[in-house]
């Protein structure tokens, strides 16, 4: 694989002109603040015991992590895998340089910062599928709580509720890092984020591509196909 390091000269050796250029296209921005908004509410609904709700919302976010998994593939430049999926030697070199000699700014996601895509991607993955196999033993079984045996959903219903953790630890060292990049390293990682935009970048590391109505079909069909495909294993 490969990433997108911020050089302070261009592929010839020349200087080249920083400006404000185009890093994360609209579907990636959309998926990004969802998912925000989602884990919230799921948090709040399993805890209030809303749990009808939470296992709808459980569903679409299924259907965003799979859209998200697609468009790994498909979006823009930064959106992609190839772009910020390294090898584990380029993620121990840049830890290196977090509190010691300068290295490569990234434009899109830095090495650590893909492990980390790659690691909530994975939890939300597991929670969202493990979820539809759990019951509260009380009012509410998951959707497919029925086609497993008693023994192989309280398996799952044990690793839903205990793999949560693990998922809010990493959104808390996620949220520890981009405070860490704002205050120590002038870093702002959120404001691209919601404008996609970022500043004093190398104008030829522009990115367009990650069209939004290519977007909406994959949503659509990763939608269809978690809903359509439980209500047709039901």
């Known amino acids: 694989m490969t990433e997108t390091p911020h050089p302070a000269t261009g592929s010839a050796g020349t200087a080249s002109i920083q400006t404000q250029i185009r890093v994360w296209d609209l579907p990636t921005r959309l998926f990004h603040w969802a998912l925000v908004g989602l884990v919230i509410v799921m948090v709040a609904t399993a805890w209030r015991g809303k ?30 895998f190839a772009d910020f999926v390294t090898g584990p030697m380029t993620g121990l070199r840049y830890l290196g340089t977090l509190f010691g000699r300068p290295g490569p700014k990234y434009i899109g996601h830095n090495p650590i910062g893909g492990y980390a895509v790659l690691a909530m991607l994975g939890l939300l993955l597991l929670q969202a599928c493990t979820g539809l196999f759990t019951s ?78 290519l977007a909406l079909v994959i949503f659509a069909l990763c939608l269809a196909a978690v809903f359509g495909g439980i209500a047709l294993i039901k």
């Open 51 to 80: 749990l009808d709700l939470h296992m709808t919302l459980g569903q679409v976010v299924l259907s965003l992590v799979l859209f998200r998994l697609i468009w790994g593939f498909t979006g823009n430049r930064y959106a992609r």
């Open 136 to 213: 509260d033993d009380i009012f509410t079984d998951g959707p497919l709580f029925s086609k497993v045996s008693g023994s192989t959903a309280a398996l799952l219903s044990t690793i839903h509720r205990k793999a949560v953790w693990l998922l809010l630890a990493v959104i808390a060292v996620h949220l520890l890092a981009t405070v860490f990049y704002l205050t120590v390293k002038k870093e702002n990682l959120v404001t691209p984020m919601v404008t996609g935009r970022k500043k004093d970048a190398p104008a030829a590391a522009d990115a367009a591509g990650g069209h939004p109505l």
